[in-house]
């Protein structure tokens, strides 16, 4: 049998069967029943103990500077130099009847240009309150980095996005998965995993839609509207602003570009009516929507041969301004900043 055993104590939150359960609340990106706490900063851990259970303090290393950004429908209530209180209103929409508030306290840096900077006057400190009994995994004294476990359990994968990014998200559901294969003595090469990872990061909620042809609450391809905004920065124009988004592959799977491939799914009627209010064209670009009304699909040699996008005697064929592939400047830069982190991504 290709069977590992392990033995030892039961950890605090473990899911004995784990398997596909587990595979599946990675994919969905669904909440573990029991979540770890994760540090929001890098800094240095205090720990008090009394009859209730135990307070964790992390104490930030140095003074952090946070961004908050705003659209051109937006009123500046700060300027630079003035301190600001935590909660306190730094930018207003009054037709929308929309508000950014900061965080922390501070001082107003940058306040220009869509952005607002403001820089902690005292480094920050923050609490984690448990009840006896949860297993805490550092001790007074100890040095925390960002996103870093504070307590035993799995790590919702919303708010390690949050905290830490995206990349140790995505890092952590391809690792997590791997081990639950590895466990039942099976090996998966990580471009398998990683491929249906990068789906579930591929959307975008627009925000402030600047010159480009998007509505606020959009939901668009991360790449789409990179292009876009590429575009628009070159000619001079406002870009848009958005926040990435984390869905389950369930969920992803209903905002694809092509409503045939939507409605063949889930939610029929919800697509269909969606689809023929907002007017929406297929252009049949991947294989499914092609599958179902029975056209020949978009891949392979022959059909880039009948289609004129590649010569008979041609042995590869690469299109960088096909859809899906971004080969812009920026998003180079961005793979590889991200390579030397020793990233699979």
Partial sequence: ???????GVAKEGGDMTQGLARVEELFEARNPKLVAEISDIDGTVTIDHDNSGATVKVTAHELVEEEYYFGEDFELAVKEGQQVKAKQILARNKKEKQRITSNFAGEVKRASNGMIV??????????????LGRTILVKSGDTVKIAQKITEGNLSIQKLMQIGGVLAAEKYIVDEIKSIYASQGQTVNSKHIELIVRQMFSRIRVLDKGDTEFFPGDIVDIITFKKENDKLLSEGKSSGIGERLLLGITKIS?????????????????????????????????????VI????????????????????DDDEYFDPNAYGVDTSETHLKEVAKEMEHESDF
């Fill in 254 to 290: 209903l905002y694809t570009e092509s409503w045939l491939s939507s409605a063949s799914f889930q939610e029929t009627v919800r697509v269909l009516v969606e689809s023929s209010v907002s007017g929406k064209i297929d252009k049949l670009k991947e294989l499914k929507e092609n």
């Fill in 1 to 7: 049998m290709r069977t590992f055993h392990s033995g």
């Fill in 293 to 312: 009304i029975g056209r020949l699909i978009p891949a392979g040699k022959q059909y880039n041969i009948i289609n004129g996008h590649i010569a008979p």
């Fill in 118 to 131: 403001i820089k902690d006057v005292e480094k920050r400190v923050y609490e984690y309150n448990f009840d």
